[in-house]
């Protein structure tokens, strides 16, 4: 069974860090795809990174574009997204999700498996 479990959220103030951090565990195959989301209310859920972690591509939005950056790490089962330079229109809940097989790498109706997310809050 695939779990995903997010840590690492909190609040900051506008132009600060955080450190979103995701936990996997019942993903068997090498080569699958992995994304971290946001949503904040009454707004779409958006994805903002995604990685093949066969191959280490990179996707970002131009939102999140040279601020964020989404990595991995195999030998410990973890998903990691860096926030820098962040914004109050960055505060949102934050999800990470998996998926063998994506149409879209940043679609979110393409991945299967997700996190109970982490809530990001950036003051102005």
């Known amino acids: 069974r695939v779990q995903l479990v997010e840590s690492g959220g909190g609040s900051v103030q506008a132009g600060g860090s955080l450190r979103l951090s995701c936990a996997v565990s019942g993903i068997t195959s090498r080569n699958y795809w992995m994304a971290w989301f946001r949503q904040a209310p009454g707004k779409e859920r958006e994805g903002v990174a995604s990685?093949?972690?066969?191959?280490?591509?990179?996707v970002y939005p131009d939102s999140v574009k040279g601020r964020f950056t989404i990595s991995q790490d195999n030998a410990k089962n973890m998903l990691y997204l860096q926030m820098n330079s962040l914004k109050p229109e960055d505060t949102a809940m934050y999800s990470c999700?998996?998926?063998?097989?994506?149409?879209?790498?940043?679609?979110?109706?393409?991945?299967?498996?997700w996190g109970q997310g982490t809530q990001v809050t950036v003051s102005s």
């Open positions: 990685i093949y972690i066969g191959g280490g591509t990179t």
């Open positions: 999700a998996a998926a063998l097989w994506v149409n879209s790498r940043l679609g979110p109706y393409d991945y299967p498996y």
